[in-house]
């Protein structure tokens, strides 16, 4: 089940204000308006957003991770891997989940989505894998977001895209964060609504391997989505 505690969400919130600081500091900020913690409603469900930034250049969503240890993981792979000491700890795809909040701001400002630009930082920790390009260390953030050059936005695009970001609520309460983990714990404790797709969870029995017999709960949409639950 997936699990959400409050000294996982400050140790979140510690990271995304340290890209906050990074971004008033080494960002000029009448080239690149940044926004933070925006709760937005796409076509599908309400998502969170650590950091929106709106330039000329495009917008950057920026997905904060701060984990320690070492990290493993691909572009492709539906979950990466913390390593601390002996214990492995799995997470969501930071790519994915990022995909997701690239997808709603595209709905919600009515932008192509080609003009999203997607970056995940990580706030500690050591990668020992190529990562995708858009994948960096806190170190390298800035540099990265300067690093675009292409025109993608006209001046009166990017007005009313600041425009529409300045008009959500809650963007900057920490009680909004709160909330939404709320919600995520809900929609991943759910017997009945997969939470990945919103479908409906059906009872199965495992054929082979370990557990073998026992039964699950998984997602009716399988194989398009491989969601399952055990059942207690």
Request: one cysteine or more.
């Amino acid at each position: 089940m997936y699990q959400v505690s409050l000294q996982a969400l400050f140790k979140g919130w510690m990271g995304e204000l340290g890209t906050d600081i990074s971004q008033k500091l080494f960002l000029n900020s009448k080239e690149y308006h940044c926004f933070n913690n925006a709760l937005v409603k796409g076509s599908l469900k309400e998502t969170q957003i650590d950091h929106i930034i709106v330039s000329k250049y495009g917008l950057f969503v920026v997905e904060t991770k701060n984990k320690s240890g070492l990290i493993f993981g691909g572009a492709k792979e539906s979950h990466w891997t913390q390593v601390l000491s002996n214990k492995k700890v799995r997470f969501q795809n930071p790519l994915h989940q990022n995909f997701l909040h690239t997808k709603s701001l595209a709905d919600f400002l009515e932008i192509d989505h080609s003009k999203i630009h997607s970056v995940v930082i990580f706030w500690g920790g050591k990668f020992k894998n190529k990562m995708p390009q858009n994948v960096i260390k806190w170190q390298e953030y800035t540099g990265y977001i300067k690093s675009k050059k292409m025109i993608l936005l006209t001046d009166d695009e990017v007005d009313r895209i600041c425009s529409q970001l300045k008009n959500l609520k809650d963007e900057t309460s920490f009680l909004s964060g709160i909330r939404h983990a709320k919600s995520l714990q809900d929609r991943y404790s759910s017997t009945s609504i997969c939470p990945k797709c919103g479908g409906k969870l059906v009872e199965r029995i495992a054929h082979k391997g370990q557990k073998a017999d026992v039964k699950f709960l998984g997602c009716k949409n399988f194989p398009r989505c491989r969601y399952t639950k055990e059942l207690k």
